[in-house]
């Protein structure tokens, strides 16, 4: 059976004090959860609700991006050996708002990948199209087009590390949701891309979250798709009840 995740990205929300106490009020609640919890908290967060969370079961820290060089004069960026020494198991790499705000290129994040998984962390690589590409539709063939091009010169045992997210940019903070069944017609699409460069064995291993409005209310449903394996959450997350029924809505 494929790993099932729930991974919050708080984004650029909360005060270290607020995070622990969003994080803390989390851990007491989630009880046996069926997956790994994910916090994907500010960079400034990421010691202090690691150590929150310390000794509670399937719980992790993941920082929302990382640099594509080891090291360097790249004032206010974060490395991924940073986000290691830190704490972090996972790391978010590619999500919509920095390939439309900070404009990184598919060829930037497959560095990023590169060097994410070098050092260790396991990255949650985010692919999907915005409302443009939905209507023309040509989703199926831009979200292959993004996997191929930051993705697919990884090796099999390198590609089994990467856990995917898939995020329909017209549904993130819009308050539109795709249905669960355009969730889980993705998703299988997505799979049957891996597996046409991987294989069946790979592709039905690996995680592929759904990223797109995903709730307190619609959870259940996305969740109880085949092919929907968990979720990225974006404003859900910060609300502990919102998110702990998120996790409990695991399959």
Not at 92 to 107: T, W
Request: hydrophobic residues 40%; aromatic residues 8%; contains cysteine.
């Amino acid at each position: 059976m494929r790993q099932q995740i729930v991974a919050g990205n708080w984004k650029m929300n909360t005060t270290i004090a607020e995070g622990l106490e969003l994080a803390r009020a989390v851990a007491e609640k989630v009880q046996n959860p069926r997956g790994a919890v994910v916090f994907g908290t500010p960079a400034t967060h990421l010691e202090s609700v690691g150590q929150a969370i310390k000794g509670y079961e399937h719980l992790y820290i993941a920082g929302q991006n990382c640099h594509q060089e080891a090291k360097g004069a790249y004032t206010g960026e974060i490395s991924a050996d940073m986000l290691v020494s830190a704490g972090a198991t996972y790391v978010i790499i590619g999500h919509s708002e920095r390939r439309q705000y900070f404009k990184e290129d598919n060829e930037m994040l497959a560095k990023k990948v590169d060097i994410a998984l070098q050092k260790g962390l396991i990255p949650i690589f985010c692919c999907g199209e915005p409302l443009e590409i939905r209507e023309e539709d040509t989703h199926v063939s831009y979200v292959s087009s993004q996997l191929e091009a930051s993705l697919y010169h990884l090796t099999e045992e390198q590609f089994s590390k990467i856990v995917i997210a898939y995020e329909p940019i017209w549904a993130i903070g819009t308050g539109k949701t795709a249905s669960s069944a355009q969730a889980q017609e993705m998703h299988f699409e997505i799979r049957k891309a891996l597996a046409g460069k991987y294989g069946a064995t790979v592709a039905d291993a690996t995680p592929i979250l759904y990223g797109g409005s995903c709730n307190a209310t619609n959870a259940a449903e996305l969740f109880g798709q085949p092919d929907v394996d968990g979720g990225l959450i974006g404003g859900a997350s910060l609300k502990a009840d919102d998110f702990v029924t998120i996790i409990n809505a695991l399959k």
